[in-house]
């Protein structure tokens, strides 16, 4: 199923590319491209190399995780959309971090990985779901050790997307799976993958699969305990400060108005009950902890924050 | 009262943080985070260092500054939010602006303060305001005239525009390109607040007067012409002129060159469109 906004993020396109690597069991629909009947046929030469565009969306529809077909502009896919949006600021914003040798730069790619999870648990409506899509696999300790590891390879390591191999089986490192030195052992149970190109080479995400609905408390927890380490180290604020304080400061203060703006998105859907509530409540933690950590990126720079001063008319030339 | 949005930006969260920061007159109500009941209780042993987050805000609603609790995807928080998102942008663009040595940061560091006036009087709708509330949702002109004083001094060192533009020119112009396009957006959240009549109109005429003009500056260092389908710096155009070429002699006078290809030196970004008649003055509207 094409879920669009999540698919794109995660580079995937069309009728079951993106559905069939999040959320690997729901295998019922026909082979990518075909969904709709408005994908192209495969030719008799088949090109080995799936094209990104499938235009299964070119009429203004996209699917969500439970099979419903919606218009681009529900309410749904806005959510996706912010959060995907919140994802790729991170992005930049890890990239400017990494670049002043910040130790938090994994932190916040730990936080990308939970931001896919919260678009997989969006584009689960609780009204369209069936049992098997509100089922949390998560209580598997193996799947859980497996949903935080950012996995790097050296740059110019050829990299292929991997598909999930069957139940019970073990990938193998250059079979169907990752080309690369660091191989990758998986339990059967995820898929790669593939962010962007930084200093320190391609970072890629391993995720467990999970029953997609559900979003657990825990990433929440560790915010607060992240917010409460770097709040310790800081002085207390003792006046309104403008978003500033050096390049990585400012992109985690905008990081933090992104994130504002989707759980914004968010609540509504929690309101009518299509959406675990811990999606919001992780939002709204975040923001603080992208507050708290845009002042800290300041302070180790030893950039100094503005402060607000009240506009006075005699200033005015 | 917490204005959520309003005051993650200032960095202060739940009961009368932001209030009492912004608006020091208002301190009616109790300590930080036991406005709603739903916030943690303060303990015998007090933290001296509050806590940041005060999880008021997990079941989706906020405070406005008049003390009303409405769902966070409510008009008001919207508007907020995304003026809130927009200094964000500016603060970005300052150190790109400061990096380069620009004297117009502190302009921009100034606009982000009425930035901040402005949130506080988007958070006091008209319609559950209070007479004391009122001093806080109104926003005067000055601010607005000052804008405009800034753009006809700019403008001034600017040759006219005749075409098309592209959002580019640099790291400062483009990102300062982008906090154009975002203040469009919080003028789109403002205006049905203002024809609501629970915002002064003079918000939605800062924010219209800003994206008017803060795409203007950056146009004085470099020239990005997309109707005559070249991107020429101003060391693109000194490099074409010693190739010998006329129309970028002509561009260094002042004047825009005729649709056409100019072959600039290679690391120049050449933007081929198109031929086009469209001769357009490029405003933002």
Known sequence: MAVW???????????????????????????????DGDGPQPSLKTSKIPKIYTKTGD?????????????????????????DELSS??????????????????????????????????ATPRSSAREAHLSNLLSQPAARAQRWDPVRVSPGTPVSLARRPREGRPSRAGGSGLQSPSGWTGHGGGFLGLGGDGPHGRVLLLLGS??????????????????DRYSSQLPPLTAFILPSGGKS???????????????????????????????????????????TLARYAAMKE???????????????A
């Open 5 to 35: 906004g999540l698919g794109s993020r995660l580079g995937l396109r069309g009728g079951l590319g993106a559905g069939r690597l999040l959320c690997p069991r729901f295998q019922s629909r026909g082979p990518q491209g075909v969904e």
């Open 59 to 83: 009429k203004g529809f996209s699917s969500t995780f439970t099979g419903e077909r919606r218009p681009k502009d529900d309410q749904v896919f806005e959510a996706v959309g912010t959060t």
């Open 89 to 122: 600021a991170i992005g930049f914003a890890v990239e400017l971090v990494a670049e002043k040798g910040h130790p938090f730069a994994e932190e916040l790619q730990k936080i990308q990985c939970s931001l896919q999870d919260i678009g997989s648990a969006l």
């Open 210 to 227: 999970s029953g997609c609905a559900a979003f657990e408390a825990g990433p929440i927890l560790e915010l607060e305990q992240w917010i």
């Open 249 to 291: 400061s400012s992109a985690l203060h905008f990081c933090r108005a992104v994130c504002r703006r989707a759980e914004r998105r968010v609540v509504p859907l929690v309101q009518m009950g299509e959406t675990d509530a811990n999606v919001a409540k992780f939002l709204n933690r975040l923001s603080d902890y992208l507050f």
């Open 302 to 316: 030893g950039n100094q924050e503005k402060i607000y001063k009240k506009n006075d008319p005699s200033d005015r």
